[in-house]
């Protein structure tokens, strides 16, 4: 299929959009809460993916380089809007439970996240979900590594609230 979509034929290309794209679309929610910004930041990895295929070396590695090319689009549209990494602390000062045992489902876990502020989900995101370090979400950022430690801190108690007034409480 891969061989086909290079050589443009078309109903390889749907095939190919739509068997991969809820996952690069996946990928994308996790950084944005609208919509509509996800949609363009979706079309726009799926235009770079499908027309750079033919760069892709090790077809084995696909699902790596998609990934890849999702999050550089999603962190070049926040970059693009200047989304401010720094958040207040006394908007994150809760008393949070024992954070260990939760058994939530994907659409609560997203829509968790969603409340979070941009800054502490990107970092979030990046560290916990797409296994990023410290040092190159600052890179990335453009922000320092102790800002991304703390961002990351800030995240996960103002998750933890978060998540304990939705009702989930630790087993």
Not at 52 to 60: I, P
Request: net charge positive.
């Amino acid at each position: 299929m891969i061989k086909k979509c290079i050589k443009g034929d078309k109903a390889s290309q749907k095939h190919f959009f739509e068997q991969y794209g809820p996952y690069i679309k996946g990928v994308i929610w996790r950084y944005f809460k609208d919509n509509g910004m996800v949609e363009d930041i979706f079309i726009k990895a799926m235009y770079k993916i499908l027309t750079n295929l033919d760069s892709l070396d090790d077809h084995q590695k696909l699902m790596g380089w998609m990934k890849r090319i999702a999050v550089n689009e999603s962190l070049m549209e926040l970059r693009k809007n200047k989304n401010n990494y720094e958040e207040p602390l006394s908007e994150v000062a809760y008393q949070v439970a024992d954070p260990d045992q939760y058994s939530l489902d994907m659409d609560k876990i997203k829509m968790a996240l969603n409340q979070l502020p941009n800054g502490y989900r990107t970092v979030f995101n990046l560290y916990e979900i797409d296994g990023y370090k410290h040092r190159e979400i600052a890179d990335i950022l453009d922000i320092s590594i102790n800002t991304s430690k703390s961002q990351l801190i800030m995240a996960k108690k103002k998750l933890r609230a978060i998540l304990t007034n939705m009702g989930f409480t630790p087993e």
